[in-house]
């Protein structure tokens, strides 16, 4: 039985004082879930989220990561840095990484590859546009950048990923899939999984669906038969939303 695991990624919002009262705020609404809860937070919020968030359920996450390890990157931050202050997840090939700063399936997979050598469990952000979705080729978009960023993992590793189904044209925009499609895009990706590194692994990875998830359509999402979880926008930003969701079976 896969947990359901609920991500929140604040993007570029929140400063640390922010930060803290927010953990603080949701700490005691989320205490008595059954459902992993992550944060995903700025740079500059780490180390507060991080000292935080000890002694409670709530994991921290970062929103990115280079794939080396040092070197003269300027402005990156490398895994064994995250690690080094705590991160347990780091979000990966988000749509806006792709669109925006040009990171190609290959580079995705890097850093796939990167952060499990830090110890870092990677959520994997797969998803086609509009225009893809009208053409027919959602299913081949998202399964191939699912079989790219998973290559040359072991077999651990794969079962270990969480892969992150936010369809591009439902990020931010107040658009969500009905449920039926989210979970048939979801299933798509499993089986994908499936056909290559075998059913029972498929089984074992949780995917997220991540695209305007909100406390008034998370039961109904969450709830279907392949869907593990949600990677969140804009309603991580509030406690009482986020919480709604993370305890939306309650």
């Given at each position: 039985m896969r947990k359901k695991v609920i991500a929140g990624n604040w993007k570029m919002n929140m400063l640390p004082n922010e930060a803290i009262q927010m953990i603080n705020d949701l700490e005691p609404l989320v205490k008595g879930t059954e459902n992993e809860v992550i944060l995903c937070v700025p740079y500059i919020d780490i180390f507060y989220a991080t000292l935080n968030a000890q002694n409670t359920n709530i994991k921290i996450g970062a929103q990115n990561m280079h794939f080396e390890e040092k070197g003269a990157y300027?402005?990156?931050i490398s895994g064994q840095m995250l690690k080094s202050v705590g991160v347990d997840y780091v979000i990966i090939g988000h749509s806006e990484r792709?669109?925006?700063f040009m990171e190609t399936d290959e580079i995705v997979n890097k850093k796939?590859?990167?952060a499990f050598k830090y110890g870092l469990l990677p959520i994997v952000c797969v998803g086609e546009t509009l225009e893809q979705r009208e053409s027919?080729?959602?299913?081949?978009?998202?399964?191939?950048?699912?079989?790219?960023?998973?290559?040359?993992?072991?077999?651990?590793?794969?079962?270990n990923t969480i892969i992150a189904y936010e369809p591009v044209w439902a990020i931010g925009t107040g658009?969500?899939?009905?449920?039926?499609?989210?979970?048939?895009?979801?299933k798509e990706i499993r089986k994908k999984i499936g056909g290559k590194y075998g059913q029972d692994t498929a089984e074992r990875v949780i995917i997220l669906y991540g695209?305007?998830?909100k406390p008034t359509n998370a039961k109904?999402?969450?709830?279907?038969?392949?869907?593990d979880g949600g990677l969140i926008g804009g309603a991580s930003l509030l406690a009482?939303?986020?919480?709604?969701?993370?305890?939306?079976?309650?």
């Open positions: 300027t402005g990156e792709r669109q925006y796939v590859k990167s027919g080729n959602a299913y081949d978009i998202i399964t191939n950048q699912t079989e790219k960023a998973l290559d040359g993992l072991e077999i651990s590793q794969i079962e658009k969500t899939a009905t449920s039926e499609d989210a979970n048939d895009a979801i695209g305007s998830m109904e999402l969450l709830e279907m038969s392949d869907i009482d939303d986020f919480s709604k969701i993370v305890n939306y079976n309650k």
